[in-house]
């Protein structure tokens, strides 16, 4: 899979080094979407849009966008985040698409129009000749876009459109929103069913204020956390798929914090992880967080976390 940002003269998207790209010299089957979390939903689109690929000898190929759109037009409707633009890519190159295009949602992207969008980006740019779309999609300027303005479109511009039925799990509609409230509620095992896969991030360990390691809990403090969809509290963890671990997601309301951060303790290890990037796989929410009245209930609290974690992870 080779993955994208469309140059579109915009800034490169956060802190992920994507090739740029102008236009892409190849007929392609398009399924666009922002994927967040890429849940069952997604993988079920990602299947069709594999399949439609090979019956009319076309590439595969994934649109989305970053940031969230909303973080543009809304940024206090903006929703808590399952997944970063790397953890993206990491899942979509597990689904076997041929490409996975990013565009840079910016103030100037936001004012471009409906037409302009299909025919300029999908058609010209990207080779568009399928098109296929979720039950809810619109898109252009101010949201103007709907479906039967698409496949209009694509009448004239030689491109099929299709939208995809909602995807249902024992009867519920799976989507990004169903799974944020899951996580934010510490429904780790039910958000799994919808995930089709288990909730883990992948992302830097960054220097600490050291007050783990001063409880004797040395903990892997992990940046970029401050708006992830997790209920505050502690949680059984894998991390890097071999290591059993325990992890507080929070404040820190006894040292007085206020930024949410995550901070994982693996323990009998020795190692330095600053600086390198480790997965976390959240298995269990074990307890909501809280203040404690001195260091050593809070030590004797996390002595039982630490023991409750090892008991779930087996």
């Known amino acids: 899979m080779k993955a994208f940002l469309l140059d579109l003269n915009s800034s490169p998207c956060e802190e992920e080094s994507l090739p740029l790209v102008d236009r892409l010299n190849e007929r392609t089957a398009v399924v666009v979407g ?14 069709k849009i594999k399949r439609k690929a090979k019956e009319r000898n076309l590439k595969s190929l994934v649109l989305t966008f970053c940031p969230h759109p909303l973080k543009v037009l809304a940024p206090q409707l903006l929703p808590c985040e399952l997944s970063d633009i790397s953890e993206k890519i990491e899942l979509f190159e597990e689904l076997g698409v041929d490409y996975l295009c990013f565009i840079k949602f910016d103030t100037t992207f936001a004012r471009l ?32 876009g709907e479906i039967e303005l698409a496949k209009e479109m694509g009448k004239e511009l030689g491109f099929e459109v299709e939208l995809a039925p909602p995807y249902r799990v024992n009867g519920t509609v799976v989507s990004s929103t169903l799974i944020r409230r899951l996580l934010k509620e510490g429904r780790i095992e039910e958000a799994k069913t919808f995930l089709g896969h288990p909730y883990w991030i992948k992302r830097k360990v960054v220097k600490g204020e050291g007050r783990g390691s001063g409880l004797g809990f040395p903990t892997a403090n992990l940046a970029n956390t401050e708006n992830l969809c997790l209920k505050e509290g502690v949680y059984a963890v894998v991390v890097d798929d071999k290591y059993k671990a325990v992890a507080n997601y929070g404040r820190r309301p006894t040292f007085g914090g206020e930024k949410k951060v995550l901070e994982v303790h693996i323990p009998g290890f020795s190692g330095d992880l600053r600086g390198k990037k480790i997965k976390v796989e959240f298995v269990k929410f074990l307890r909501e967080e809280r203040r404690f009245k001195d260091k050593d209930e809070l030590i004797s609290q996390i002595k039982r976390d630490v023991q409750e974690a090892m008991r779930v992870l087996g």
Request: aromatic share 18%.
């Open 34 to 47: 922002n994927f967040d979390g890429v849940h069952l939903g997604h993988k079920f689109l990602v299947e």
């Open 113 to 144: 129009r409906a037409k302009v969008f299909l025919k300029d980006i999908l058609k010209e740019r990207l080779g568009c000749e399928y098109l296929l779309v979720g039950y809810d999609w619109r898109y252009g300027y101010k949201r103007e």
